[in-house]
T-cell receptor, first 113, second 114 residues
């Protein structure tokens, strides 16, 4: 989607290796989110950010960390990837949640082997 | 804990039919409810957002209603077209300390055949 890009789009990694996913926005929106999407579970919130250096945990945060040193970038790190973290990861941004809705990125498909 | 359920899980209709997708949520204390569309291999596209004080929202052939007290929302699609084929997701924002954090249903897979 225009204004939000995720990288990489696809990644295969080995169990135990660290992995970092990047979300980059050009909309200058304050709020950024990381979700994962799995069959049978739908989308679940991992972490979110409400400003530079301001982050908090979501529903399924174990095994993940995030950082936001600039408004435009929100990084999701899997410290030591496990097979249960194989998923599709979506980043979302919002200017004012609940008033203007959200814009989602196209997703990163991560496979941990 | 808020839970969101969507029924049916899948729906197949002929082109031109009007259809209704259902979404229910367990905690009626919501801030807003949103409907999204997801095409295969793609991200989510926001369709409609209904604030807790509203009863419905309309955009083109789409109409979403909200009955907060009963914990239900419906998405009505008029005169369906093959291009409407996608997965439709509803999500609720509980507000308060959960402001901005969405709880999603698992979606309804819609197929509209010519």
């Amino acid at each position: 989607d225009a204004g939000i890009t995720q990288s990489p789009r696809h990644k295969v990694t080995e169990t135990g290796t660290p992995v970092t996913l990047r979300c980059h926005q050009t909309e200058n929106h304050r709020y950024m989110y990381w979700y994962r999407q799995d069959p049978g579970h739908g989308l679940r919130l991992i972490h979110y950010s409400y400003g530079v250096k301001d982050t908090d945990k979501g529903e399924v945060s174990d095994g993940y960390s995030v950082s936001r040193s600039k408004t435009e970038d929100f990084l999701l790190t899997l410290e030591s990837a496990t097979s249960s973290q194989t998923s599709v990861y979506f980043c979302a941004i919002s200017e004012v949640p609940g008033r203007y809705g959200y814009t989602f990125g196209s997703g990163t498909r991560l496979t941990v082997v | 804990k808020q839970e969101v359920t969507q029924i049916p899980a899948a729906l197949s209709v002929p082109e031109g039919e009007n259809l209704v997708l259902n979404c229910s949520f367990t905690d009626s204390a919501i801030y807003n409810l949103q409907w999204f569309r997801q095409d295969p291999g793609k991200g989510l596209t926001s369709l409609l957002l209904i604030q807790s004080s509203q009863r419905e929202q309309t955009s083109g052939r789409l109409n979403a209603s909200l009955d907060k007290s009963s914990g239900r929302s419906t998405l009505y699609i008029a005169a369906s077209q093959p291009g409407d084929s996608a997965t439709y997701l509803c999500a609720v924002d509980a507000g308060g300390t959960s402001y901005g954090k969405l709880t999603f249903g698992q979606g309804t897979i819609l197929t509209v055949h010519p």
